[in-house]
């Protein structure tokens, strides 16, 4: 049978601990939401688990969850580090691309990317806007 004209049908896959806000409300799916869905992947990688949304879509602070979580000592050697880490500039990557709203987040998976490169040498990073002094 042919489908009537005009009419389409969407099936959209995803983990619902990992997905964006906008994705979970069956919003519009952008590269915001890749974004988000590759920050919940690192967000793991780091902590053991997922992030944890609030009520209004907004993920509880990395540098708290290093703190409170017990993660497995081979997945996370020092643990002194990782929450000095989430304390500084990588916790404010991650922060900006785990934002409940897209806007808020990074354009693309390139600007994560080069945040995230910043970070690893050292340099300043752009999700923390920093003055002079930083």
Do not use: M, N
């Not at 688990?49 to 017990?70: F, I, K, M, N, T």
């Amino acid at each position: 049978l042919e489908p009537e004209a005009g009419t389409a049908t969407v099936t959209t896959a995803y983990t619902p601990s990992y997905a964006a806000p906008e994705q979970l409300a069956g919003g519009e799916l952008t590269t915001a939401t890749d974004v988000y869905g590759l920050a919940s992947l690192l967000h793991r990688l780091l902590l053991g688990q997922p992030p944890v949304r609030g009520p209004g879509g907004e993920c509880s602070d990395p540098a708290r969850l290093a703190d409170a979580l017990a993660a497995p000592a081979e997945a996370v050697p020092d643990r002194a580090a990782l929450r000095r880490a989430l304390r500084g500039d990588l916790g404010w990557i991650l922060r900006k691309a785990l934002a409940a709203e897209p806007a808020r987040r990074y354009a693309s998976a390139a600007e994560f990317g080069a945040d995230l490169r910043a970070w690893d040498e050292g340099r300043p990073v752009a999700a923390r806007q920093g003055g002079q002094r930083y």
